[in-house]
């Protein structure tokens, strides 16, 4: 049943800056969980032939939104669609992040440029549970222009703290080093950590969420062929062996990863 193909009616589709586009679909999605994805076919006929995987930024009640940012080919065709037309796609798929672990503590999102997309889901799960205390959202991206859903955030109630590598907004340096320093603090205490970005951003998490003792949980990326486990396209080197990201994740317990192995996607 999760395999099975939908045709999705494009009910918005905005410009949120040059590359940034958001995609309303009418694909009500009540199972689906934060950090799961779907397969999305860009274009007509087999070019290109692979589908793309997005995350589901946010769900509404008559569709789930998709965040994303026009890279190349599939993105472009996808851009170029307008409210009306129909896409076609498998999901949700994955294992998305593990809510339990939130129970009774203070969840920290960190998102990296547009890693920042499915954590406004994640957001939004969060605040609405009553046994878990205010996120935090650590988000990051090299300048100003780059930081996405700071309003997103705020509005699901999380309290929001950003960073630019070129000082253009809130803190200047990486997004590592706003959860360095909270992990620093009496907050580590009861902390768990949730993340999405770059592969050297989620390595640095790792290794800081490790000396601090707190539990964080990766979405990582790869490149996908079938995103339904059927080709071992996009595994991950683990300490329980290879991984597929697409069936096993996108989430993984940050110390689960073989982080010197896996890049090799
Ligand atoms: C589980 C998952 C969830 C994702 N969620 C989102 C999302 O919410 N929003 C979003 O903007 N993007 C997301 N991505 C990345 C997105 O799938 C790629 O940007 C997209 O497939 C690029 O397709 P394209 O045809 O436009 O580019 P291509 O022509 O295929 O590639 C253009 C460039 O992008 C790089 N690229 C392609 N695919 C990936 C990938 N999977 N990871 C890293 N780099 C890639 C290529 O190496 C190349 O440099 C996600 C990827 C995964 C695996
Ligand atoms: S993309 Fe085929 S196994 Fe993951």
């Given at each position: 049943?999760?395999?099975?193909?939908?045709?999705?009616?494009?009910?918005a589709?905005?410009?949120?800056?040059?590359?940034?586009?958001?995609?309303?679909?009418?694909?009500?999605?009540?199972?689906?969980?934060?950090?799961?994805?779907?397969?999305?076919?860009?274009?007509?006929g087999?070019?290109?032939?692979?589908?793309?995987?997005?995350?589901?930024?946010?769900?509404?009640?008559?569709?789930i939104?998709?965040?994303?940012?026009?890279?190349?080919?599939?993105t472009?065709?996808?851009?170029a669609?307008?409210?009306?037309?129909?896409?076609?796609?498998?999901?949700?798929?994955?294992?998305?992040?593990?809510?339990?672990?939130a129970?009774?503590?203070?969840?920290?999102?960190?998102?990296?440029?547009?890693?920042?997309?499915?954590?406004?889901?994640?957001?939004?799960?969060?605040?609405?549970?009553?046994?878990?205390?205010?996120?935090?959202?650590?988000?990051?991206?090299?300048?100003?222009?780059?930081?996405?859903?700071?309003?997103?955030?705020?509005?699901?109630?999380?309290?929001?703290?950003?960073?630019?590598?070129?000082g253009?907004?809130?803190?200047?340096?990486?997004v590592?080093?706003?959860?360095?320093?909270?992990?620093?603090?009496?907050?580590r205490?009861?902390?768990?950590?949730?993340?999405?970005?770059?592969?050297?951003?989620?390595?640095?998490?790792?290794?800081?969420?490790?000396?601090?003792?707190?539990?964080?949980?990766?979405?990582?990326?790869?490149?996908?062929?079938?995103?339904?486990?059927?080709?071992?396209?996009?595994?991950v080197a683990?300490?329980?062996?290879?991984?597929?990201?697409c069936?096993?994740?996108?989430?993984?317990?940050?110390?689960?990863?073989?982080?010197?192995?896996?890049?090799?996607?």
């Amino acid at each position: 049943m999760k395999t099975r193909e939908h045709k999705a009616e494009i009910l918005a589709h905005k410009r949120i800056d040059e590359r940034v586009q958001l995609m309303t679909l009418a694909f009500p999605a009540p199972c689906a969980v934060p950090g799961q994805f779907v397969m999305v076919k860009a274009g007509v006929g087999g070019d290109p032939l692979l589908r793309r995987p997005i995350s589901i930024h946010r769900r509404t009640k008559t569709g789930i939104e998709l965040l994303y940012e026009v890279v190349g080919q599939g993105t472009a065709l996808l851009a170029a669609l307008r409210p009306g037309a129909e896409v076609s796609i498998i999901g949700p798929l994955g294992n998305g992040f593990p809510l339990v672990a939130a129970k009774g503590r203070t969840p920290v999102l960190v998102g990296g440029g547009m890693g920042a997309a499915p954590l406004v889901f994640l957001a939004e799960h969060l605040t609405a549970a009553a046994s878990i205390k205010q996120p935090v959202a650590l988000l990051g991206a090299h300048t100003k222009k780059g930081l996405l859903c700071v309003k997103a955030f705020r509005t699901a109630g999380c309290r929001v703290i950003t960073a630019t590598d070129d000082g253009s907004c809130g803190r200047r340096g990486f997004v590592s080093c706003l959860l360095k320093e909270l992990l620093e603090s009496t907050a580590r205490e009861n902390a768990v950590i949730y993340s999405c970005g770059p592969r050297p951003m989620l390595n640095s998490i790792y290794e800081l969420a490790d000396t601090a003792g707190v539990a964080a949980y990766v979405s990582l990326e790869a490149h996908m062929a079938c995103g339904i486990g059927a080709c071992l396209g996009c595994t991950v080197a683990t300490t329980a062996g290879n991984k597929r990201v697409c069936k096993d994740g996108p989430v993984f317990a940050a110390q689960e990863i073989l982080w010197g192995q896996a890049d090799e996607n």
